[in-house]
T-cell receptor
Framework: DGGITQSPKYLFRKEGQNVTLSCEQN?????MYWYRQDPGQGLRLIYY???????QKGDIAEGYSVSREKKESFPLTVTSAQKNPTAFYLCASSMAGTEETQYFGPGTRLLVL | EDKVVQSPLSLVVHEGDTVTLNCSYEVTNFRSLLWYKQEKKAPTFLFMLTSSGIEKKSGRLSSILDKKELFSILNITATQTGDSAVYLCAVEVLSGTYKYIFGTGTRLKVLA
């Protein structure tokens, strides 16, 4: 089946710990995105990438880092510098520069212990 | 600064009612406007609008874009409890590269 997968479904982070959220797609999409959603809020863009080995900061990149070594994969690391990481994280992908829409993964809920 | 504003923030209706959700935007380099439905997890795609005045329709849902006045509406007729969700509007912009700007969403609750 084609689609976007995210893992884990739930993730617990201790104070001062870095954690990495996985996002993989087999849709052959060029562009991938990470969003954060807080309760009752819309989606805010953290990072996005249009091609391999290149990515741009979104509106709330501080305390996060990404890599794009492969077209299929766009992992997000929540670093210890992110002081309020509890949120629902959504990964998405799209075919850049076309009229195709953006498709979302199932999300990862991150909780701080 | 690019922004997308949705209204109302929340709405409670009874089954059978018709609802209209609004999305206005101020962006540079508009490419498209998208509507999503979010129930518990990932948003699911409803419509993409790129041309002004053309209505997109799927069953009881329809949407139209006004590029002159910079807004879109999502209409749901004969609402059902299964329509209860958060409806998200997003605008795709070209800002060096392509990206999407989301509104805060409208939370719709349909009562039986």
């Amino acid at each position: 089946d084609g689609g976007i997968t995210q893992s884990p479904k739930y993730l617990f982070r201790k104070e001062g710990q870095n954690v990495t959220l996985s996002c993989e797609q087999n849709l052959n999409h060029d562009a991938m995105y990470w969003y954060r959603q807080d309760p009752g809020q819309g989606l805010r863009l953290i990072y996005y990438s249009q091609i391999v080995n290149d990515f741009q900061k979104g509106d709330i990149a501080e305390g996060y880092s990404v890599s794009r070594e492969k077209k299929e994969s766009f992992p997000l690391t929540v670093t210890s510098a992110q002081k309020n990481p509890t949120a629902f994280y959504l990964c998405a992908s799209s075919m850049a520069g076309t009229e195709e829409t953006q498709y979302f993964g199932p999300g990862t809920r991150l909780l701080v212990l | 600064e690019d922004k997308v504003v949705q209204s109302p923030l929340s709405l409670v209706v009874h089954e059978g009612d018709t609802v209209t959700l609004n999305c206005s935007y101020e962006v540079t380099n508009f490419r498209s406007l998208l509507w999503y439905k979010q129930e518990k997890k990932a948003p699911t795609f409803l419509f993409m609008l790129t041309s002004s005045g053309i209505e997109k329709k799927s069953g009881r849902l329809s949407s139209i874009l006004d590029k002159k006045e910079l807004f879109s509406i999502l209409n749901i007729t004969a609402t059902q409890t299964g329509d209860s969700a958060v409806y998200l509007c997003a605008v795709e912009v070209l800002s060096g590269t392509y990206k999407y700007i989301f509104g805060t969403g409208t939370r719709l609750k349909v009562l039986a």
